[in-house]
């Protein structure tokens, strides 16, 4: 394996989460030992860590994990502290620093906070040290009751180009059905995202506590931002103390998740996965044609409806009349003067708005095919 790669390291909660002062410190320690054994190999590694809620209800002592958002706030303001210095006192053992990374999906969504975030990351990478990264949880709303980790393991891969993505659980991988109900469910060793006839209805609905608190879908999901962004993705067993040892050896673990599809630019990626759209343009069908086949831009002549209100270089997203998803891009022009020139010939968007620096409402190198 080449020297160099980057590596992230998603650790769900019902990895860390134990009875030990509300973190399993014996994962924590099987997990630094393999990330030891990767960076003396030159690896560059960074980890996605769940368990600051956990460790936060143990502190406050209360005997169960709250319903209440603010006290689940609250817990992972306290635990954070707790989880980073469990992790850094295991990698003391070893020589090494860490640091506490913690990202919202604001900083994701906004294209100079994920430049910002992306520059700090790397930096930290650069310098030896070990980033442990986690949801900002106690600023958080939707996350903190849905889990999304996975998803911002995903962000980071996009983020930093990592070349490997591993999803570590308390299960061997993916299964064919929940084998916590099912004993004949099979470990499933390889999945074709590309492929629209598999079935894991049975994994996408099942409970956050067969793979942590995201569940299977989230990882699904994470697993084709991943792969899109050309790192190798896992999701393998995080209770045995090789398992990164032996994916860095080459050797079978887990499932592995691939597509065929091509690598997309950075740009692209975050236009894609992470950018929060502002409105909604609706084309025709000669307009949908033409950009998901033909490769060409959005023009104002193949805009039927234009929803929502933004600016020029917001993210807006593409549909048919059929109102399915075709695309993503950034708007040459703000939603008031694209209602004025939709339907409009190229020739025609100066007579209406009486001045035009583009003909495309999308241009083509800013759009992305959904």
């Known amino acids: 394996m080449d020297k160099n790669n980057k590596w992230v390291i998603k650790a769900g909660s019902s990895l860390v989460s134990g009875n030990d002062e509300g973190i399993n410190n014996t994962f924590i320690n099987d997990l630094v030992n393999q990330v030891d054994y990767l960076r003396k190999k030159d690896q560059e590694v960074v980890i996605i860590s769940s368990g600051a809620v956990a460790k936060g209800v143990h502190e406050m002592g209360l005997k169960e994990r709250p319903a209440s958002l603010h006290l689940l706030q609250a817990c992972a303001a306290v635990g954070q502290r707790g989880l980073i210095q469990i992790y850094q006192n295991e990698f003391d053992k070893h020589n090494y620093k860490t640091a506490q990374v913690l990202i919202s999906h604001d900083d994701i969504s906004n294209r100079v906070r994920y430049l910002n975030a992306k520059s700090a990351i790397e930096a930290l990478l650069s310098l030896n040290i070990i980033p442990i990264v986690n949801e900002n949880d106690c600023v958080a709303i939707e996350e903190i009751s849905f889990?999304?980790?996975?998803?911002?393991?995903a962000a980071l891969v996009g983020l930093i180009r990592a070349d490997y993505f591993v999803m570590l659980t308390d299960q061997e991988g993916i299964f064919s059905n929940d084998p916590t109900k099912d004993k004949e469910a099979k470990l499933i060793k390889s999945i074709d995202l590309d492929d629209k006839d598999i079935d894991l209805s049975n994994q996408l609905h099942a409970s956050a506590g067969i793979l942590g608190r995201g569940g299977m879908k989230t990882k699904l999901e994470a697993a084709k931002i991943s792969?899109?962004?050309?790192?190798?993705?896992?999701?393998?067993?995080?209770?045995?103390?090789?398992t990164l040892i032996n994916l860095y050896e080459q050797k079978e673990e887990g499932t592995i998740l691939l597509s065929k599809k091509d690598t997309l630019q950075s740009r692209k990626l975050w236009l894609s996965s992470f950018g929060s759209s502002r409105g909604?343009?609706?084309?025709?069908?000669?307009?949908s044609e033409a950009i998901t086949k033909k490769g060409k831009s959005v023009l104002p002549v193949g805009i039927t409806e234009v929803e929502g209100k933004f600016n020029r270089g917001d993210l807006i997203t593409c549909l048919g009349s059929d109102s399915n998803e075709l695309a993503k891009g950034l708007s040459n022009f703000s939603s008031e003067e694209l209602k004025k020139i939709k339907g409009l010939n190229s020739k025609d968007l100066h007579k209406s708005l009486g001045y035009a620096s583009e003909e495309e409402a999308i241009h083509r190198n800013n759009l992305v095919i959904s």
């Open 280 to 287: 909604i343009l609706i084309l025709d069908d000669g307009a």
């Open 227 to 242: 792969v899109n962004s050309g790192a190798k993705t896992w999701v393998a067993d995080g209770r045995k103390p090789d």
């Open 147 to 153: 889990g999304d980790n996975d998803r911002l393991g």
